[in-house]
């Protein structure tokens, strides 16, 4: 009897077979970890302490793990969303001027109103008040932002206001260290190398030292391990909480995260065999999001990596929660983890950033009117160094040029309120001077 409680705890179904769900943990794991090291060198960029941010994505992680094992019971697994972590820090910290404590509040808020979109057909509106060509092109342009900025801190790229120039230095260490990563990364990844991305940051770290690249960080070793971690737990800060860019922040991020999940939770539980369980991970992921506001991380989505554990047979809750077990055990290695380089974390965000990039083969753009929007995104979300004005130039753009076309009707409702908060969004900045 209590065998079969633990089962339907974590949705077990009769036929899986639980040594096979502890290995796909296991596997998801190693796949997934890397995220610790790099959301907390994402969100160090924000202000926040490093070794507060490694704590801050930890707990967020065990936490939505647990959360998608009891709740969703499927084997999802829930961390810091790569891509989702650059917006946090790169737009509303460094474009809308938010102070990362009043960027976790907008993570909060967003979270709770997530929760309202899951547990209700809210969901569903939403998903289809954006074409699909713009939700693919958000992902490819925040692809392409996550390649720049990781090819700026490998050192490969030297950013100046006028123009973009390639290092012609790659006799320095770090550039070296990088590049040589780089490579690892990619053909462990190509490869299906298990853990390939883990594999790859711990030689580029021990590469970097032996070459001189990094140097021992100053703090490490002393202390506890939640040390400097209560200013961020719970460090909300609601004192622009009226504002319009606050409020302009939330919208934002709340499309961001629906979109990517909703995308992300269907084809993962479709490919584990539990399409009926789409609902129900859903609705833990949204807890998950308030839960990351709080504990000081970034948003979290369902890791693309979870089809690393689901391949290997991962069916039920049973895979996440080892996975959340994992990464608790984590908390030991903190120490450690401080002393990997910037050299060895930003090759894994060029890997992940073309990996992003695929999303291009989803969208169809033979209609013009379709792909200028698109291509604007694509394009000004890099360049512009803003997620924000990058999505801001495709959705406004989209209802004028079919408007233009005579294809009023083609553009959902809720995109003409959506393309006017944008340019409400460009008046107000333009008023603030």
Request: net charge neutral; with cysteine; aromatic share 10%.
């Amino acid at each position: 009897m209590k065998s079969n409680v633990w089962r339907n705890s974590v949705g077990l179904e009769p036929g899986d077979n639980w040594k096979r769900e502890w290995a796909a943990g296991i596997l998801s794991y190693f796949a997934s970890v890397y995220i610790v090291m790099v959301n907390a060198a994402i969100l160090h960029d924000a202000g926040m302490p490093l070794r507060a941010g490694m704590v801050a994505t930890l707990l967020t992680a065990v936490t939505g793990c647990l959360l998608m094992a009891f709740g969703g019971k499927t084997p999802i697994i829930v961390v810091p969303g790569m891509g989702i972590n650059a917006f946090f820090t790169y737009t509303l910290v460094h474009s809308m001027k938010l102070d990362w404590r009043e960027a976790l509040a907008v993570v909060v808020v967003t979270g709770i109103l997530f929760a309202v979109v899951a547990f209700t057909s809210l969901y569903r509106i939403l998903s289809e008040a954006i074409p699909h060509n713009l939700q693919h092109a958000i992902t490819v342009g925040i692809g392409l932002f996550l390649t720049f900025i990781g090819l700026q801190k490998s050192g490969i790229v030297i950013a100046h206001r006028t123009t973009f120039v390639a290092i012609g230095h790659f006799s320095e260490p770090a550039v070296i260290t990088s590049c040589v990563t780089l490579i690892l990364a990619l053909v462990l990844f190509i490869r299906g190398t298990r853990g390939g991305l883990l594999i790859s940051m711990i030689v580029g770290t021990g590469l970097a030292y032996l070459l001189g690249a990094a140097h021992k960080p100053e703090t490490t070793g002393s202390g506890h391990v939640f040390s400097g971690y209560g200013a961020v737990f719970a460090g909300m800060d609601w004192s622009r909480g009226i504002s319009l860019v606050f409020w302009i922040a939330v919208f934002l991020l709340l499309l961001i995260v629906v979109f990517e999940n909703i995308g992300l939770i269907s084809s993962q539980t479709l490919m584990a065999g539990r399409p009926e369980r789409f609902k129900s991970s859903l609705r833990a992921l949204s807890i998950a999001n308030i839960a990351a506001g709080l504990f000081g991380s970034s948003p979290v989505v369902a890791a693309a990596e979870s089809t690393a554990g689901i391949a290997a047979g991962g069916k039920s809750g049973l895979t996440s929660l080892v996975t959340g077990l994992l990464f608790g055990a984590t908390f030991l290695f903190i120490p450690l983890l401080a002393y990997v380089p910037d050299s060895a974390i930003a090759p894994i965000l060029i890997v992940i950033g073309g990996l992003m990039v695929q999303n291009v083969r989803e969208m169809d753009l033979s209609d013009m009117t379709e792909l200028f929007p698109s291509f604007l995104i694509m394009v000004m979300i890099p360049f512009t160094y803003s997620i924000v004005d990058g999505m801001a130039f495709g959705f406004i753009t989209y209802p004028i040029v079919k408007l233009a076309m005579g294809k009023g009707k083609d553009v959902p409702p809720a995109l003409y309120g959506i393309a006017g908060l944008f340019v409400a969004n460009f008046a107000l900045h333009a008023f603030m001077g």
